[in-house]
């Protein structure tokens, strides 16, 4: 049986270590700025995200026809394309691909779709060296740790950290946290692997079905070096990456940086779309739970996503327990509405990460109601048998005392029993977590009801 | 005369009878016939809002007996409003409940939208107030228009205090940021609930507040509770209480 993700748990270890808490609740909440900033510079902003939300609808509602269309575009540019059902099938084919023309070094760009698959681990024992040249995501794969952010992959480590796992795997100076030296460490380090590796990589921002081409934003240059220096490319793209023409580039990629980082655009916008002459050039189109999500009447709008990342950067829950306390590969508010979809039983836990409070949903570029599809995990978790056995039992007591007003009255009105007995009522179990960081409030002397009884009870007719 | 019957949550009656006292009096004085039912509980939203929506469909039926066949209801608590409105599905949806679940109002909403409140002259707060908008009632009831889209600023629950002579206002860093309180959310998801409920009250105190007020007495009974452990020097006052005209308590 899958061990259950304690978000709680895994949250009070990061909450610990209050100068990376700050940071990271800091450092996202300036990104929320500055995406606020950037939006309401476009006074369409509104506008666009319905529209974004509109393609998105449409694309998704014809998806079949769309990724047609992409494949015959696609081959008609020399591209070969392949499909794959879930994460085994994508990895299986990367590797074919790789191994059928004996290449053993793979740069590659940020994919979250990659990391969705688990496919380093597969590789990697099959003796295929992968290198990320996303500095973020480097940091995280020489630290050997998932990415804890889909945009901003190390950004619960400090430079502090940072220097650390570096001066551990690149044997740089643990003593010189300065951001440049890092950076500029790091470039030294991977830059020599575009030179001589076998094969590139990337995810896909955008795949656009009357082109065929391959959209990919970024911020470093390193997927344009993974695509271009190589003789191989491999793109790796969900299902639902699709749009339906380069116009409509028109609305996502305005929308995109703003939404992520408030800036206007990502530094690079690379359309792959043919392979150079003596190369090839391959995307994988993969599945992996994406159809199934799409025949969820609550939860197939959750494919909209662009991965933009605003949801988590507003998130207060994701800023203060950290991307890898959801111990999923998307994390926060999105995270939330995906992972239970891959296993209930495992992410059971996340849709109760949340207070409900609805800023992910004000923010989303592409109005996916992030919040309404928390509230209705919930009840999905509960009817699935997915809740824990003491959480259930004290809901169907709660429901039972409540729909019971000699019940109710008794428990409340009963001498000094306030105290002890409404935590109970509203809080259920876990009682004295309450208490931990929190006094309790007293009891006053007489409840409404009693004071409405005694002052105003006469004028009552009854 | 308004008829209005008067919803109060079930940890109002416990733990704050005098916000309950405040809200019918305030009523009163807007020249509300105001009733208590005497057998309400819950609005069931514990139960819903933990997945379980089949043990809410007990209270959501009782709610509807204990509220059925008046003008108005009105409960000084934007979630469980919110809950009325918007998730009270665990029971079929009849003619009585359809109407039961139009007629809710949130006490702000229903003196300004409704009553159309906005001279309270027995009001008088001479102190610096930090307004804390619930989510639910922010996002979800739209008392006030937040920070993540660009929209002319509106605020109900502003334009109300703004009548009461002598009241001045601190602006928090992170005016609309959650507070962390999210119902069971505060006990399953403690680290995180109590984390954020001390950075709340924190920004309200860093900006010169001496009293949160707010409509929703569950997000205030949570940052109460922080303030206090923390021994910051900061009361918490429900609206109705400052409208009604009490004095700092």
Redesign the interface.
């Known amino acids: 049986m899958t061990e259950r993700i304690d978000h709680a748990e895994a949250s009070s270890g990061f909450i610990a270590a209050s100068d990376h808490l700050e940071f990271h609740d800091r450092r996202l909440w300036d990104l929320r700025g500055k995406r606020d900033r950037a939006t309401a510079a476009i006074p369409e902003w509104e506008e666009l995200r319905t529209l974004a939300s509109q393609i998105k609808e449409h694309t998704l509602t014809h998806l079949g026809a769309y990724l047609e269309q992409f494949e015959r575009a696609a081959q008609a540019n020399g591209v070969t394309v392949h499909w794959a059902r879930d994460a085994a099938e994508h990895n299986q084919v990367v590797y074919d691909i790789l191994a059928a023309r004996g290449a053993k070094t793979l740069v590659k760009a940020k994919s979250m779709l990659t990391d969705e698959c688990e496919m380093r681990a597969f590789l990697e024992p099959r003796g295929i060296e992968v290198i990320e040249t996303d500095l973020g995501e480097r940091i995280q794969q020489l630290d050997d740790e998932p990415p804890s952010h889909i945009v901003v992959p190390a950004v619960h480590k400090l430079r502090a950290d940072v220097a650390e796992v570096f001066a551990r795997t690149l044997g740089t100076d643990p003593n010189n946290h300065d951001v440049h030296y890092l950076a500029e460490s790091q470039r030294r380090t991977t830059r020599p692997s575009f030179l001589t590796a076998d094969a590139g990589m990337t995810g896909a921002n955008f795949a656009v079905a009357e082109t065929g081409a391959i959209v990919v934003c970024t911020n470093e240059g390193n997927a344009d070096l993974s695509v271009h220096l190589p003789k191989l490319y491999i793109a790796c793209v969900g299902i639902e990456k699709i749009i339906p023409r380069t116009e409509h580039l028109g609305v996502f990629v305005r929308m995109l940086s703003r939404s992520a980082l408030g800036s206007p655009i990502t530094q690079m916008t690379s359309h792959f779309r043919v392979p150079r002459p003596g190369t090839e050039m391959h995307v994988v189109l993969v599945d992996n739970g994406r159809s199934d999500r799409l025949g969820m009447d609550d939860f197939w709008s959750s494919l909209k996503c662009i991965r933009c990342g605003a949801c988590m950067n507003t998130c207060p829950v994701y800023r203060r327990s950290g991307g890898l306390s959801y111990g999923a590969t998307y994390s926060g508010p999105i995270g939330v509405i995906i992972d239970p979809a891959y296993n209930l039983r495992k992410y059971s836990a996340l849709p109760f990460a949340s207070t409900l409070n609805g800023s992910c949903t004000a923010v989303c570029p592409v109005r996916i109601n992030i919040h309404d599809q928390i509230y209705k995990w919930r009840r999905v978790v509960a009817e699935r048998n997915a809740l824990p056995f003491a959480k259930k039992q004290a809901m169907k007591m709660a429901g039972k005392l409540l729909a019971s007003p000699r019940l109710f009255r008794a428990a409340v009105e009963a001498a000094g029993a306030g105290v002890e007995y409404l935590p109970r009522v509203m809080l259920y179990n876990r009682l004295n977590a309450w208490g931990k960081q929190r006094e309790v409030p007293q009891a006053p002397p007489q409840t409404f009801r009693q004071w409405w009884l005694a002052q105003r009870a006469k004028k009552e007719p009854r | 005369m308004t008829q209005v019957a008067l919803f109060?949550p079930?940890?109002?009656?416990?733990?704050?009878?005098?916000v309950?006292?405040a809200t019918l009096e305030l009523l009163e004085r807007f020249g509300c016939d105001v009733?208590?039912p005497?057998?309400?509980?819950?609005c069931?939203q514990?139960?819903a809002?933990?997945?379980?929506?089949?043990?809410?469909?007990?209270?959501e039926?009782?709610f509807v007996r204990n509220f059925s066949d008046v003008d108005y209801i009105v409960g000084p608590s934007g979630s469980c409003v919110h809950h009325v409105r918007e998730?009270f599905t665990a029971i079929e949806q009849d003619d009585a409940v359809r109407q039961v679940r139009a007629r809710t109002f949130e006490l702000v909403e229903f003196l300004h939208d409704v009553l159309g409140a906005r001279e309270f002259p027995w009001a008088e707060f001479p102190h610096v107030i930090g307004l804390h908008n619930g989510?639910?009632s922010?996002?979800?009831l739209g008392t006030a228009s937040?920070?993540?889209?660009?929209m002319a600023p509106w605020s109900k629950p502003m334009t109300l205090l703004q009548a009461v002579k002598g009241i001045r206002f601190a602006t928090p860093a992170?005016p609309?940021?959650?507070c962390?309180?999210?119902?069971?959310?505060?006990?399953?998801?403690?680290?995180?609930?109590?984390?954020?409920?001390?950075?709340k009250v924190a920004d309200h105190h860093r900006a010169g507040a001496e009293v949160i007020v707010s409509a929703d007495m569950s997000c205030l009974?949570?940052q109460?509770?922080?303030a206090?452990?923390m021994g910051l020097p900061l009361r918490f006052m429900h609206i109705a209480q400052v409208l009604n005209g009490s004095p700092l308590t």
């Not at chain 2, 929506?53 to 209270?59: I, V």
């Not at chain 2, 937040?146 to 660009?150: I, K, L, Y």
């Open positions: 109060v079930c940890y109002v009656d416990a733990f704050f009878p005098e309950a006292v009733h208590y005497l057998d309400q509980t819950c069931g514990p139960m809002n933990s997945g379980c929506e089949a043990d809410a469909a007990g209270a039926a009782l998730h989510c639910t922010l996002r979800k937040w920070s993540e889209q660009a992170r609309d940021e959650c962390g309180f999210g119902g069971t959310f505060s006990v399953y998801e403690e680290p995180v609930s109590a984390r954020m409920g001390q950075d009974m949570h109460k509770g922080c206090e452990r």
